[in-house]
C-alpha cells in the first residue's frame, strides 16, 4: 500500500500537457494545477467542463424531462384539471443541468413562486402555462392548460376575501354612487348589518360607575354629619349638666332648670349662630313637655334621641328621679359634669391628635417643595 502511494505521488512532479474532461453528466469538475514560469511554480485553479452532449441525447433529455414535468408541476393537486393548492415551478429541474423559463398568460391566480391565489374564485378558471426547457442552447417547450378551482371547503378567512374581493370589483367596474353589497359567497346566503354601536354599554357603565359614586358620597357625607354631630354632643354634654346640676342644687325643679337652659341657649342664637344639636334636642323635649306629653317619657326621649351613651344615663337619671326619687340628685349631677369634664379634655385631645395626622401630608409636600427650591440652584451650578 505504501508502495502505490510512493508511486502516485512521484506522478506529481512528471510534467502533464493534456487533461481529461468529465463525460457528458458528470458535471464540470474543478481542477486544481501548478505551473513552471521562470523557474519557479505557482499554483493555478480552473473549471474543467464536461464533454458536451450531442444534439439527439440532448434532445432525448429534454423530451424525458417534459414528460416528467406535469408531475412535478401539479405537486400535491390531483392534476392540471384540479388546481386547488400551490404548485411547483421550478428554474432548474430537480438532478439536472435543465434550465426553465415559465410563462402563464394571466398572473391573477398563480403567482411567480407557485402560490395560488384562488380565494377570491367560485367558479373554475382556465389559465395557459408554458415552459421553456433549455439545455446546452437548445430548448424545448411544454405547454399545457390547468383549471384554477375555489377551494374545496372555504373557510372563514377565505370567505371574507372573497367578499372583499367582489366588493372591491364592484367599485372598479361600476361608477354608481350606491354600492351593492353580495348576498352570497360560495353558494352561502350573506347578511348584512350595520357595525354595532357600543357606546350605549361606555354610558351604562359610566351612569352605574356615578351612581355608585353619589351613593357612596351621600353616606360618607351622613357618616362625616353623623360624626361631628356626636363630637358636637360630646362637647356641650360637660356644661350641660354642670348647668343643670347648679340649678337643681339651688332648689329649683328639674323642668324649670331645661326651661332655662333651653332659653339660654335661644337668646344667645338669636345673633343666628351655628345650631348646637344638644341644645337643639333639649329644645325639642321641652316642647313635647309642653305639647302634653309626660315629663319623665319626655327625658327618656331625649336621651334616645342623642344617640350617646352619655345622654343616655342623662336622660335615665331624670326619669327615674320624677317616678321614684332620686336623693342628692344636684350632686350626682355635679359628679357627672366632673366626670364628662374629663371626658371633653381626652375628646379634644384627639382631635388635636386627628388635626395633626391630616396636616402631616401638606407639610411633607412642603418640606420637598423648600428642598427642591434650595437645590435647584446648586444643580443649575454644576452642570454649568
Not at 105 to 123: F, I, M, Q, R
Not at 283 to 308: I, K
Not at 319 to 336: D, F, H, I, M
Amino acid at each position: 500500500m505504501s508502495l502505490v502511494f510512493l508511486m502516485s505521488s512521484l506522478d506529481s512532479f512528471r510534467p502533464i500537457q493534456v487533461l481529461n474532461r468529465p463525460e457528458s453528466g458528470a458535471g464540470d469538475r474543478e481542477q486544481n494545477l501548478q505551473v513552471e514560469l521562470e523557474g519557479r511554480k505557482y499554483p493555478f485553479s480552473f473549471s474543467l467542463l464536461e464533454m458536451p452532449m450531442d444534439e439527439r441525447e440532448i434532445q432525448k433529455r429534454l423530451t424525458e424531462t417534459a414528460e416528467l414535468l406535469e408531475e412535478t408541476f401539479v405537486k400535491d393537486n390531483t392534476d392540471m384539471q384540479h388546481i386547488v393548492s400551490d404548485v411547483c415551478m421550478p428554474s432548474v429541474f430537480p438532478d439536472t443541468q435543465i434550465a426553465i423559463q415559465w410563462y402563464l398568460d394571466s398572473w391573477d391566480y398563480v403567482k411567480p413562486d407557485g402560490a395560488v391565489e384562488n380565494a377570491c374564485l367560485e367558479e373554475p378558471v382556465m389559465v395557459c402555462v408554458q415552459a421553456v426547457m433549455e439545455l446546452q442552447g437548445q430548448t424545448q417547450t411544454w405547454e399545457k392548460e390547468m383549471r384554477v378551482c375555489p377551494p374545496k371547503i372555504p373557510d372563514k378567512v377565505q370567505k371574507l376575501q372573497m367578499l372583499e374581493y367582489k366588493i372591491n370589483s364592484f367599485q372598479e367596474e361600476s361608477e354608481v354612487q350606491k354600492v351593492e353589497l353580495p348576498r352570497t359567497v360560495f353558494g352561502q346566503s350573506v347578511t348584512w348589518y350595520p357595525e354595532a354601536d357600543l357606546r350605549w354599554i361606555w354610558i351604562l357603565m359610566l351612569t352605574a360607575v356615578a351612581v355608585c359614586a353619589v351613593i357612596i358620597g351621600r353616606h360618607k357625607e351622613e357618616e362625616r354629619r353623623r360624626r361631628q354631630r356626636e363630637q358636637s354632643m360630646q362637647m356641650d354634654y360637660p356644661e350641660i349638666v354642670s348647668r343643670l346640676g347648679l340649678y337643681m342644687g339651688a332648689g329649683i325643679s328639674t323642668r324649670r332648670a331645661w326651661e332655662r337652659i333651653v332659653e339660654s341657649y335661644e337668646e344667645k342664637g338669636a345673633g343666628n349662630r351655628k345650631p348646637r344639636e344638644a341644645y337643639e334636642e333639649m329644645r325639642r323635649a321641652l316642647y313635647e313637655m309642653q305639647s302634653g306629653v309626660a315629663e319623665a317619657v319626655a327625658y327618656e326621649r331625649f336621651g334616645t334621641r342623642c344617640r350617646l351613651p352619655s345622654y343616655l344615663k342623662l336622660g335615665t337619671l331624670l326619669s327615674q328621679n320624677l317616678r321614684k326619687g332620686t336623693r342628692n340628685l344636684a350632686g350626682l349631677l355635679q359628679e357627672e359634669s366632673r366626670e364628662a369634664l374629663e371626658n371633653r379634655k381626652a375628646l379634644a385631645k384627639k382631635m388635636g391628635e386627628e388635626c395633626e395626622s391630616k396636616l402631616l401630608f401638606p407639610m411633607i409636600m412642603m418640606l420637598l417643595t423648600i428642598l427642591l427650591m434650595v437645590m435647584y440652584p446648586a444643580i443649575i451650578s454644576f452642570q454649568m
